[in-house]
């Protein structure tokens, strides 16, 4: 938080300073967080939505949920472009938009579906703003996302940012930033993908002891929930990965850093086992032979035996420790086989298994290029993982109540 806090005043300082852009004062600028892309109701138009940042709140304390003063403002307007949009803006605020702090740009669900390049284009164009920022795809509308208070965080979209940092660690959400897309894009095979947002309304019920009838629904504030992926085929939206289908990507793609694998115990299925990862890597190996072609995923993973439910597991006895590793093992392959499935049903190789063969075999590919998307949905992947434990903990069973 201090961080960002010192970050935000040297803004301050360097648009105060002499020499600067202009000398525009400070007051005439409106600091953007992040930025929000809609399809509009208006026909041929998009809906951009604005986090800007109001400098006079920062240097106060921490923020409160529903507390004042906010730190950031949100502002909407609608044109035929992204450009044309940030100008009627900048009518509409009185000042010049200063983007060069922003963080995130989060696209709408319905625009994503019918074109996310009319977002990227401006973005990799203008020389202002930076392809370097998150992008992430709204599971409804882009402004929602912008308008929700990211817990205590001051900076609302500097809190999403954050977010996105904190699922990429644990393997539930990619953290893809808008180059990384557009590197994508102009992939012959590979397909892009992007974190994704939505949000969620919590409701309880009040009037505890009451007759049901008389009950009501209070409804809490919205919170924003980061997991998963939306899968992209060149710039439309093709459809979703879960949680678990998200982290089989970030396997095979060799992204996974750490994060927790939790696992049938053995011998109590209905008692489970958590692992921490500490490291993994991956690699892809394409194979032809006979003019068949084929592909593995090699995993190798090493982590530590984080938790044990009771009464389940004690590893002095003789295997349980590789029963412990084969668990592990299963659990990532499982992963893995369940992002295959879904990126085959959508016929998008979100893993770049068309790349690891234009390397290894260049002569063939150029037969193989045209028809990727024939082949790709029905491609043989062979899974080789291996898992290790290094640690078990300062115990080696469980505590047991006396009888």
């Not at 397909?191 to 309880?204: G, I, L, N, S, Y």
């Not at 209070?218 to 085929?233: E, I, N, Q, T």
């Amino acid at each position: 938080m201090k961080r960002k806090i010192a970050l935000a005043a040297l803004v301050l300082l360097l648009l105060f300073a002499a020499g600067c852009w202009n000398r525009v004062e400070l007051e005439q600028r409106a600091i953007v967080a992040g930025f929000g892309a809609d399809q509009s109701g208006e026909e041929g138009k998009i809906e951009i939505t604005v986090q800007v940042i109001k400098p006079g709140e920062i240097r106060a304390g921490p923020a409160a949920r529903g507390g004042s003063p906010k730190a950031v403002v949100v502002y909407n307007s609608t044109g035929y472009t992204f450009f044309d949009t940030l100008r009627n803006l900048t009518m509409l605020l009185g000042k010049k938009l200063f983007v060069s702090e922003a963080k995130i740009m989060v696209v709408g669900e319905e625009l994503a579906r019918e074109d996310i390049g009319k977002v990227t284009d401006f973005y990799d164009r203008d020389h202002e703003l930076s392809t370097l920022n998150f992008l992430l795809i709204a599971q409804g509308e882009a402004r929602e996302i912008l308008e929700t208070e990211v817990g205590t965080e001051k900076i609302w979209a500097y809190g999403i940012a954050d977010m996105v940092k904190a699922m990429k660690a644990h393997g539930k959400a990619p953290a893809t930033k808008v180059q990384d897309f557009l590197d994508a894009v102009e992939s012959k095979t590979t397909a892009p993908v992007a974190a994704a947002v939505q949000v969620v309304r919590k409701e309880k019920e009040e009037g505890e002891g009451e007759e049901k009838a008389g009950k009501e629904k209070a409804v809490l504030p919205k919170d924003l929930k980061l997991s998963g992926a939306a899968v992209f085929r060149k710039y439309q939206l093709a459809g979703w990965l879960d949680e678990k289908e998200t982290r089989g990507l970030l396997w095979v793609t060799g992204k996974i850093k750490s994060g927790i694998i939790v696992a049938p115990a053995p011998g109590s299925e209905d008692k489970l086992v958590a692992f921490e990862i500490i490291r993994a890597s991956a690699r892809i190996r394409p194979e032809m032979a006979g003019g068949n072609l084929t592909v593995t995923v090699e995993v190798k993973e090493e982590g530590n035996l984080g938790e044990v439910q009771p009464d389940t597991v004690d590893i002095t006895r003789p295997g349980v420790l590789k029963e412990l590793e084969e668990r592990k093992r299963a659990a990532i392959e499982d992963e893995i086989i369940a992002a295959v499935i879904k990126a085959q049903e959508l016929n998008a190789d979100i893993f770049g298994f068309g790349e690891a063969v234009r390397r290894k075999y260049p002569r063939e590919w150029k037969q193989l290029e045209d028809r990727w998307d024939e082949i790709f949905p029905a491609l043989e992947v062979n899974m080789a993982v291996e898992a290790k434990i290094r640690r078990t903990g300062k115990i080696t069973k469980t505590a047991e109540p006396k009888p």
